[in-house]
Every structure is written in structure tokens, then in C-alpha cells.
């Protein structure tokens, strides 16, 4: 996925937000150039990073719809938005911490 952590902090000021912790976004953006992960997994990682850890003060799941989508976009994939947003917010609720869970929770969105 083509997203700096620049852009991603841009993204989430428009949403109202700022930065509170960024460790755990270095780690995911580390987990970006990793060859051996697939889209998806590359994605959780970021996913995991918004939705779990709360970097921002505000606007995290919607900075995680926007980077979804972003990502859908850039891949030629179809969105079910209802899905995606049902996904992302459960991700949130729950905790999930397991990449390949979140990956296949948003393989059902974005397909």
C-alpha cells in the first residue's frame, strides 16, 4: 500500500485528530516493506495500529475506513462499505489483535 506516515497523519488531522503515540504506527509501517506479507496482512498491520491501539485523539476508525478504502481503490477492489464499516468497528470493540483475523475480516468487505 503507497501511504506514508505523513500522509496518514494528514489524513487523520482532517478528521480532527492528533497524534497521541506513533510507536505502534513505526511497527506497522515496518511491517509495509515486508515482501513475504500479502496486501491484506500489510493492511491489518496498519488496521491493527489505528483501530487497537489508538495512536490518534480522535477520528481513528474513521482514518481506518478512510486507509480501507484508500487501499480498495488502489487495488481495483470492490467495496461492500456496509461490511467494511460493520468490520472495522468490531475490530475496534473487540480488540482483535490477530493479523490474519483482521485480514480476513476485511477480505469481506473488499474483495
Known amino acids: 500500500m503507497d501511504i506514508s506516515?505523513?500522509?496518514?497523519l494528514r489524513i487523520n488531522q482532517g478528521f480532527g485528530g492528533g497524534l497521541r503515540s506513533d510507536s505502534s504506527l513505526d511497527f506497522a509501517f515496518d511491517a509495509q516493506k515486508?515482501?513475504?506479507l500479502g496486501d491484506y496482512k500489510k493492511l491489518a498491520y496498519l488496521l491493527r495500529a489505528i483501530?487497537?491501539?489508538?495512536?490518534?485523539?480522535?477520528?481513528?476508525k474513521r482514518t481506518a475506513?478512510?486507509?480501507?478504502l484508500a487501499f480498495a481503490s488502489e487495488q481495483n477492489r470492490l467495496v461492500d462499505r456496509e461490511i467494511l464499516l460493520?468490520?472495522?468497528?468490531?475490530i475496534a470493540k473487540?480488540?482483535?489483535?490477530d493479523i490474519r483475523v483482521i485480514?480476513?475480516?476485511?477480505?469481506?468487505?473488499i474483495k
Open 5 to 8: 506516515k505523513k500522509d496518514l
Open 34 to 36: 515486508n515482501n513475504r
Open 51 to 60: 483501530l487497537v491501539d489508538h495512536p490518534f485523539t480522535d477520528g481513528n
Open 65 to 68: 475506513m478512510f486507509v480501507s
Open 86 to 90: 460493520h468490520q472495522i468497528v468490531s
Open 94 to 97: 473487540k480488540n482483535l489483535t
Open 103 to 109: 485480514a480476513d475480516r476485511i477480505k469481506t468487505a
